[in-house]
């Protein structure tokens, strides 16, 4: 089974709403199987999450604000988290997008 990219940005916009930076399994919705969070998602962050810290230095942190009204902000920053996961995965694979 491949990793789908509206299932991980699902779950890390869930672990965002609870306050964390990297999801767990109850941030994946129910209707995704126990043994392919466990087996496949989990692990793929695991690994690419370990991959980024290897080859990024941290620099300061910047806040964004959002208008109050937006609805938006969790959902762009949760894409922005999944894109990076998935762009290492690849560069390390040594597939091009």
């Given at each position: 089974?491949?990793?789908?990219?509206?299932?991980?940005?699902?779950?890390f916009l869930r672990a965002q709403y609870s306050g964390r930076d990297i999801p767990q399994l109850s941030d994946f919705?129910?209707?995704?199987?126990?043994?392919?969070?466990?087996?496949?998602?989990l692990p793929f962050i695991a690994?690419?999450?370990?991959?980024?810290r290897q080859g990024f230095v941290l620099g300061?942190?910047?806040h964004i604000g959002y208008h109050k009204e937006s609805e938006r902000?969790?959902?762009?920053a949760g894409d922005a988290i999944v894109?990076?996961?998935?762009?290492?995965?690849?560069?390390?694979?040594?597939v091009w997008p």
């Open positions: 089974m491949s990793v789908d990219i509206r299932v991980l940005r699902d779950a919705r129910s209707n995704v199987p126990v043994q392919a969070v466990e087996t496949i998602y690994e690419e999450a370990a991959k980024l300061p942190v910047t902000p969790l959902d762009v894109a990076g996961l998935l762009l290492s995965n690849m560069l390390s694979n040594g």
